[in-house]
């Protein structure tokens, strides 16, 4: 059986989780801000909406 470095294998794990988790955060933060800019297009056309149907009522 060969020298098994267990110090090293846990920094290339930890090294691993890190960069998963950065991934992880900037993917979240893509999709919250793609998100916001739809949820900003829809009120904006929502809002359209409205006042063009309040404008048929009046």
Do not use: V
């Amino acid at each position: 059986m060969g020298y098994y470095d267990t110090r090293n294998e846990a920094r290339r794990i930890s090294k691993l989780a890190s960069q998963n988790i950065s991934n992880e955060q900037t993917k979240k933060e893509f999709e919250l801000d793609s998100q916001n800019k739809f949820n900003q297009e829809m009120q904006a056309e929502f809002h359209e909406r409205i006042k063009k149907l309040g404008g048929k009522n009046e």
